[in-house]
């Protein structure tokens, strides 16, 4: 399927959001939680190319049709192709994940490109890279759950073991320091 490129007003949408987040990023020294930027694109009624641009927070992993799967709340905008906001989107998205490494300090993970309702629109997100750096402070916060996930990592887990040690992270994010 062609999609039609975007146009100035979108762009300048998707520039306005990056900005937004960057300064609330740098309002917060500490990430807590497993984050990703997500980007849809999707066919607006004027039949031109529509954008979605927000942030997705994994809360939780689950294994679905045998894939390891992350579940997270996204939060952002959809615009259409003449960069008009169509709507703010806070709702839930499941993607799949592949190629997960992790240190005892370091989680990251590639977030498989999906088809998702957004406001009742059908919209193709493209694939993405999640990650936690725990580096901050003197003590990582999710240092022990990290190393696990390291050592599981070094074999070949099943996919309900490593749904558990992600799940382990993700619940170690969200406990106060």
Excluded: Y
Aim: with cysteine; proline share 4%.
């Amino acid at each position: 399927m062609k999609m039609p490129r975007l146009t100035t007003p979108a762009v300048t949408l998707m520039l306005m959001c990056a900005s937004v987040v960057v300064a609330h990023a740098q309002d917060h020294d500490e990430q807590k939680a497993i984050t990703a930027r997500v980007h849809g694109t999707f066919v607006d009624k004027a039949g031109g190319g529509g954008v979605l641009s927000g942030d997705m927070t994994v809360v939780r992993f689950e294994v679905r049709n045998g894939v390891v799967t992350a579940i997270g709340a996204i939060v952002g905008a959809l615009a259409d192709s003449a960069g008009e906001v169509i709507g703010q989107v806070d709702q839930e998205l499941a993607l799949p994940v592949a190629n997960i490494a992790s240190t005892c300090n370091q989680l990251r993970m590639d977030l498989a490109a999906t088809e998702a309702e957004v406001l009742q629109t059908p919209v193709h997100f493209d694939k993405e890279v999640a990650g936690f750096d725990s580096r901050d402070g003197t003590t990582p916060k999710a240092l022990g759950v990290l190393c696990t996930a390291s050592t599981l990592l070094r074999n070949t887990p099943t996919a309900d073991a490593l749904t558990q040690a992600l799940n382990d992270v993700a619940v170690a994010m969200a406990g106060k320091p």
